[in-house]
């Protein structure tokens, strides 16, 4: 009895010390991050103290370079550069949106029952104004001013600034769509949002990092930026060219911001200079990117065109194309920019409260695209009851994109500089998120340690269709104007056998639209696509280069983790072993997964020369309680609704031609 009381003492004084580090721990954690987190404050500030100083000084000096105003005063700069030349914004200048990205399949009157509407998510929406909220698309009838929305005009002092701009941009997500024609649908992609904060675009980055770290608010996790520098100025002078392409200040500043919430994800419009051409422009059409939008952990959004139905997607010439500087894919995908309907405020006719127009620009591809997240998110939120960090999102959004395939009579098929990965499907997206409720490896998160790699095996079930992963991370952010401003360089990689599957990324020695096969040492995102004839096993593989970074509060690198996220589908089953694969070949070539299951499973033959034909479902008593028939063998796969059964343990019998295969199910809601 002493030996056992001396034991149990032992073993609470060891659980007392393991309690004690593991607090110690995460209280270091936490202070750490709290440290990094001021850091960034600091940093923000020091950028935009020594910008206000400088800006402070031309209209001091009465610079002949500054803008001035209807009443004639100096109109602040947003912007300036590292030798003084002031930048000013400007916004990005609407069928059916909603149709093209496929908002009306996953939107509350869908046939497919997601029933989304952006309901529980906050959204920024900065831009030269202010929203104009008494519009009849944001109130809940045309005789009531009280917002269906809740539309925070956020810096109020400039409450009474409104823009015809940003309310159009705010159509495009919530507009109820109480204006019907023939020729345009003016329904947001979001009607049902929770809240739009709207802030005019002077201390846009100041203004994000105050609503994630100031307010702490946990449901804001997407902004919207429909402006930035044009080519070409209103003097007719072009933009300095280390704000074309290039990695600066601001952008380093975006990707840190995102870095450290890892859930946000900051949409901008990718530009309309499409068709403007500059001096020392080393291929005409490409390389027009400006501003921010060069940031690497945000979604920049370039424009496509579209018939009357939402289809038939084309590129829009006035999207402005990539790539970056450093040669990374940018935009990352488009969305619906040409001939939108929208509704807008009028300055010669301030009061009234149903103006609508037809505009164009990727001004309004970006805050479809937004919404669209919005309403990705809240069905993962409504799943798993928690948001998808910024960098799944961003995967999902590019997974699941349709490519666009040409443009001017070019091949365009696979990434491209002028509609990244493609036009953005949130039907696609959505039927991601369901089946990773049942499929766990369908978005995987990781994180890797130095030298670690990540592996998930593929077995094919089925040779129809493709095997498709898609890597993304937020990476660090980089040194201003880096040559290259990839930090952690990740691999993904897919093997059979002998031969490897590579992800797309531009060359790296010429500048060009399309996207080769190759080793990607660019980009925080990578897609790799097997579209040969499937079978077998497969092996997905992420590693990295070199030695994994991350800013610390002094802004200085040091060794760190880095976390990702993996998407990945396929005709065929996932999995974190091999073993596990084996297990399921080994019920004689037959695979039936999910197990346990909710609603369906999918029966295949691993051997494809072997077919069954009837299903049989039996009780633990051996009572045949559901059947699925069938004329003849010739089945190699087939999905089995079993929503009607109630949860508990069952037998499949499997008919093939040498008589019934047994398997134990489990369902499981």
Not at 159 to 166: E, F, L, Y
Not at 251 to 272: K, M, Q, R
Not at 551 to 572: A, C, F, M, W
Request: aromatic content about 10%; proline content about 4%.
């Amino acid at each position: 009895m002493k030996k056992i009381i001396i034991l149990l003492i032992s073993l609470f004084i060891w659980l007392s010390c393991v309690t004690s580090i593991s607090l110690n721990n995460k209280t270091k954690l936490h202070d750490e991050k709290a440290e990094q987190k001021q850091a960034l404050k600091e940093r923000i500030q020091k950028i935009i103290l020594v910008q206000n100083r400088i800006i402070d000084s031309l209209i001091q000096a009465k610079d002949p370079r500054l803008k001035k105003g209807k009443d004639g005063n100096y109109i602040r700069p947003n912007r300036v550069t590292p030798n003084g030349k002031p930048l000013y914004f400007t916004t990005y200048h609407g069928r059916s949106h909603r149709k093209a990205v496929k908002a009306d399949v996953v939107g509350t009157a869908g046939l497919k029952g997601y029933n989304l509407d952006g309901n529980g998510i906050h959204i920024g929406i900065w831009d030269g104004g202010h929203i104009f909220t008494v519009h009849d698309e944001f109130t809940t009838s045309s005789n009531n001013f009280e917002p269906s929305v809740n539309i925070e005009i956020s810096d109020a002092s400039k409450a009474n600034i409104w823009s015809s701009h940003p309310t159009s941009v705010a159509s495009i997500v919530v507009a109820k769509g109480l204006f019907h024609q023939e020729s345009y649908e003016m329904t947001g992609i979001a009607p049902g949002l929770e809240k739009i904060y709207s802030y005019d675009w002077e201390n846009d980055v100041f203004e994000i990092f105050e609503q994630l770290q100031i307010n702490a608010n946990s449901d804001f996790i997407i902004s919207n930026h429909s402006y930035g520098y044009p080519l070409i100025d209103e003097e007719n002078e072009p933009i300095p060219s280390e704000y074309i392409g290039d990695y600066s200040d601001w952008s380093a500043l975006l990707d840190e911001i995102a870095y450290t919430y890892p859930t946000y994800l900051h949409v901008l419009a990718a530009g309309n200079d499409g068709l403007v051409s500059y001096p020392n422009q080393q291929v005409p059409g490409l390389d027009q990117l400006t501003g921010s939008t060069s940031a690497k952990n945000v979604l920049t959004v370039g424009s496509f065109s579209m018939d009357d139905n939402g289809v038939k997607k084309g590129v829009t010439d006035f999207s402005s194309a990539g790539p970056t500087n450093d040669f990374r894919i940018k935009p990352e995908v488009c969305g619906p920019g040409e001939n939108l309907g929208v509704a807008f405020w009028s300055v010669n006719n301030p009061e009234s409260k149903d103006l609508y127009q037809s505009s164009s620009g990727t001004s309004f591809a970006s805050p479809a695209i937004a919404a669209g997240v919005a309403l990705l998110q809240q069905l993962h939120k409504r799943i798993f009851n928690k948001y998808m960090n910024g960098a799944a999102i961003k995967a999902l959004i590019c997974h699941t994109a349709d490519d666009v395939t040409e443009w001017n009579g070019l091949d365009m098929k696979g990434p491209d500089v002028k509609t990244g990965y493609g036009s953005v499907n949130l039907e696609k997206a959505a039927t991601i998120i369901e089946k990773d409720k049942m499929e766990t490896l369908t978005i995987h998160n990781f994180e890797l340690d130095q030298g670690e790699t990540e592996t998930i095996y593929f077995q094919t079930t089925n040779d129809v269709g493709l095997l498709t992963a898609t890597l993304s991370w937020y990476d660090p952010p980089a040194l201003f104007y880096a040559t290259n401003a990839l930090v952690n360089d990740l691999d993904l990689r897919i093997t059979q056998k002998n031969k490897t599957y590579l992800p797309w990324a531009l060359p790296t020695n010429v500048q060009q639209p399309v996207a080769i096969l190759g080793d990607n040492t660019r980009d925080n995102l990578e897609k790799v696509v097997v579209s040969e004839a499937l079978g077998g096993r497969y092996k997905i593989t992420i590693s990295h280069k070199g030695t994994l970074r991350r800013y610390n509060k002094d802004g200085e690198y040091e060794n760190s983790k880095q976390k990702g996220t993996l998407i990945v589908t396929g005709p065929g089953i996932f999995s974190k072993s091999e073993e596990e694969l084996d297990q399921f070949s080994l019920v004689n070539n037959f695979l039936v997964a999910p197990i346990p299951t909710s609603d369906n499973f999918t029966v295949s033959a691993l051997n494809n020369k072997i077919n069954f034909k009837n299903l049989k479902i039996f009780n633990i008593y051996g009572k045949e309680i559901f059947i699925v028939e069938k004329n003849n063998f010739s089945l190699v796969s087939t999905n089995v609704d079993i929503s009607v059964l109630a949860n508990g343990t069952y037998i499949l019998g499997i008919e093939t031609e040498l008589g019934y295969i047994f398997k134990r199910i489990i369902i499981s809601n």
